[in-house]
């Protein structure tokens, strides 16, 4: 099946530094990638919907400069929290659609989410 | 806007119990349900979906049907294994454009 991974799983940093967060689809070409950020015990919310060579689209209040998305091939997208604070530390999930397999628009394939704890 | 309730966990079951996880929704218009399953270390995957009132969408012995009545779509499996031991999601879906509203996920945990 469709494959997604994430890189790092886990990072700690220090306030005021920037973290890369990669998202890969391993077995297939996805043309949009979403990422969402998870707080303990509540849903996932879908922060960004990120297409191949344009620029993301951000959900209303998630700030574009404080997270910044690139998509710039097929198989990867790339979350970087610039100048991190305390209140960034989260697990943050991305998932790719698979055009070919999803003729509905209904599957997103997930990767295995990425914790960030900022001290 | 939309949401999606669900119980809060965790659940403990032992082994061939049977499982229900409510979930109720909030949407305008005829939304896509689905539920989602987190095996620990792993990506969500789908583990069904009903995309009108009344379908029953099922998989891996688990099922949940579409009430647009009451707004639920309940889970359920009658028999459950160690191996159904995840956080499930519950999610819904507007017919137009591909967001998907999540519910807090429920983690189930079922001991032998």
Redesign the interface.
Known sequence: GAV?SQHPSRVICKSGTSVKIECRSLDFQAT?M?W?RQFP??????MA?SNEGSKATYEQGVEKDKFLINHASLTLSTLTVTSAHPEDSSFY?C?A?DPPRDRD?????????TRLLVL | GDSVTQMEGPVTLSEEAFLTINCTYTATGYPSLFWYVQYPGEGLQLLLKATKADDKGSNKGFEATYRKETTSFHLEKGSVQVSDSAVYFCALRRAAGNKLTFGGGTRVLVKP
């Not at chain 1, 015990?41 to 879908?46: H, P, T």
């Not at chain 1, 628009?105 to 989410?113: K, S």
């Open positions: 997604v949009t979403f969402y015990k509540q849903s996932l919310m879908l919907t999930i998932s659609r628009g209904e599957t997103q394939y997930f990767g295995p989410g």
